[in-house]
């Protein structure tokens, strides 16, 4: 999900430009879904992105019984 934080930048500015200002035609209800499910997605990505970053690798400690 962290890759992809671009690819859902760029769908989200493309879904929002042509279904909010490029007027009235069929399939606008279905652009303008596009854009917020795009929107979620990219909100989600950036959050993964800021909260688990990949410096710190988890470890496997072997605990003694």
């Known amino acids: ?11 989200t500015l493309v879904t929002g430009i042509s279904g909010f200002a490029l007027g009235d035609f069929i399939g606008i209800e279905f652009l303008r879904i596009m854009f917020v499910v795009f929107t979620d997605l990219l909100v ?4 993964a992105k800021g909260l688990f970053s990949d410096n710190k690798k988890l470890q496997k400690i072997r605990v003694k019984k």
């Open 44 to 47: 989600v990505s950036l959050l």
């Open 1 to 11: 999900m962290k890759d992809h934080t671009i690819t859902f930048l760029v769908l």
